[in-house]
T-cell receptor
Framework: RKEVEQDPGPFNVPEGATVAFNCTYSNSASQSFFWYRQDCRKEPKLLMS???SGNEDGRFTAQLNRASQYISLLIRDSKLSDSATYLCVVNLLSNTGKLIFGQGTTLQVKP | DVKVTQSSRYLVKRTGEKVFLECVQD?????MFWYRQDPGLGLRLIYFSYDVKMKEKGDIPEGYSVSREKKERFSLILESASTNQTSMYLC????????????FGEGSRLTVL
């Protein structure tokens, strides 16, 4: 079983739609969680951290469910520029920088 | 501005050649990482380093070695390149303490013929 699992998609949605991605992780000792964004032929970049209480950044909302070991990302009012691959990322130990990446979920927002 | 620079964007090598991939960061970060990214497999950690002259194996270290002689530079070495090492290689750095923010270079696409 992979340590971090995501549905690879692609998710094809119209502009303005709301779309949600889920991610599950296998190690209950995981300490911190993140969503990264990777544009086509570019390097990944941090989108947002995920906190136990849930957190929001504009149109993006991230949630963590430790009991069920999953993380979600909700994008409201999708824009064409949101088209990218979204990577779920887990840090097993809080005092190291070693991150485990999911394979990513591809989002295509269409006009 | 934060910067991670990988020496080569595209390389083509022959089976059996020795390959060096260089990575330099200008942020005085303690941690540096080498990942490879393949379709359907995502990013997989090859090696990482917490400090100068220190290295730790990641999930797929076989066929690779690394060198960190200076804090800002982390090199990935393929002693004898093989076709299954054709991939996109991404270098990253981060502050110590597991902040979660990795800063990536633009990647080096290696093709082994």
């Amino acid at each position: 079983r992979k340590e971090v699992e995501q549905d690879p998609g692609p998710f094809n949605v119209p502009e303005g739609a709301t779309v949600a991605f889920n991610c599950t992780y296998s190690n209950s000792a995981s300490q911190s969680f993140f969503w990264y964004r990777q544009d086509c032929r570019k390097e990944p970049k941090l989108l947002m951290s995920v906190y136990s209480s849930g957190n929001e950044d504009g149109r993006f909302t991230a949630q963590l469910n430790r009991a069920s070991q999953y993380i979600s990302l909700l994008i409201r009012d999708s824009k064409l520029s949101d088209s990218a691959t979204y990577l779920c990322v887990v840090n097993l130990l809080s005092n190291t920088g070693k991150l485990i990446f999911g394979q990513g979920t591809t989002l295509q927002v269409k006009p | 501005d934060v910067k991670v620079t990988q020496s080569s964007r595209y390389l083509v090598k022959r089976t059996g050649e020795k390959v060096f991939l260089e990575c330099v960061q200008d942020m005085d970060h303690e941690n540096m990482f080498w990942y490879r990214q393949d379709p359907g497999l995502g990013l997989r950690l090859i090696y990482f380093s917490y400090d100068v002259k220190m290295k730790e194996k990641g999930d797929i270290p076989e066929g690779y070695s690394v060198s960190r002689e200076k804090k800002e530079r982390f090199s990935l070495i393929l002693e004898s390149a093989s076709t299954n090492q054709t991939s996109m290689y991404l270098c990253a750095s981060s502050l110590g303490g597991g902040s979660g923010e990795l800063f990536f270079g633009e990647g080096s696409r290696l093709t082994v013929l």
